[in-house]
């Protein structure tokens, strides 16, 4: 079997990028109004990037398998669902811890929260999905619409703030129109070290799951051709 030396050279290019990031948000200046709890802005921000870029990744790969077929497409689909859903809830804890002494409560059913929280429900169903169809062909097929679908979940997230006001503030990054960072300079290069880490950190997550997926693959294959080949000697 061939030496796989890419993955741990990205798990130690991830480490180091996450430990520079660590260090830029511990050392950047206390904001005037909220002190210390601005830290959580370089770790609930780049965590809703990366689900973000995670649910994205899980509608491209899908669309790829559907025009293509190939089982790997639908590796990293799946995959990806796992990530974004795992950096969803990071980016709801770290909202929520936020919230709290900012809003005075935990949680309220704000817009941009609201279709945060929906899309657990969206992501969530399309793992259970995958986990209720046996026939690998069709669950790919099933599960690449599904994930197609729920790309949408990422532009009605970002705008909600902007389209339904409430007591969520508006992007601080504004990407659409003219770009502009509605925050002291040095927590923008603060915050881009940690998007960088963070999306070195799903590259790796994704390559490392997928490998994992492919493993299990292989394995329930070996299985169904022992359970084959175990009826036909039977017969015999």
């Known amino acids: ?59 491209l790969f899908g669309l790829l398998y559907l025009v293509t077929r190939q089982r790997r497409w639908d590796r990293l689909a799946m995959s990806s669902g796992e990530i974004g859903l795992l950096f969803t809830v990071v980016t709801i804890v770290g909202g929520m811890l936020w919230a709290k002494p900012t809003w005075g409560v935990y949680w309220v059913w704000d817009a941009r929260l609201t279709t945060t929280a929906l899309s657990l429900v969206v992501y969530g169903g399309y793992l ?19 994930g197609l679908v729920g790309t949408l979940y990422v532009p009605v997230n970002y705008m909600a703030v902007e389209w339904w006001r409430g007591v969520h503030q508006t992007q601080t990054l504004k990407l659409l129109g003219k770009i502009r960072f509605d925050a002291a300079p040095i927590y923008g290069w603060v915050l881009l070290a940690a998007v960088t880490a963070f999306t070195l950190l799903y590259v790796y997550l994704l390559r490392v799951r997928a490998i994992l997926a492919a493993r299990e693959e292989a394995r329930e294959e070996r299985e169904l051709m022992a359970d084959l080949t175990g009826m036909e000697v039977a017969r015999g």
């Open 128 to 146: 259970l999905i995958r986990s209720l169809i046996d026939d690998p062909e069709r669950r790919a097929r099933v599960s690449a619409v599904v």
């Open 1 to 59: 079997m061939k030496r796989d030396r890419v993955t741990p050279l990205l798990g130690a290019a991830t480490l180091l990028a996450l430990l520079t990031a660590v260090v830029l948000g511990l050392r950047a200046p206390l904001d005037v109004n909220q002190g210390s709890l601005v830290r959580l802005f370089f770790v609930h921000v780049p965590s809703a990037w990366l689900s973000y870029l995670a649910y994205g990744g899980t509608g």
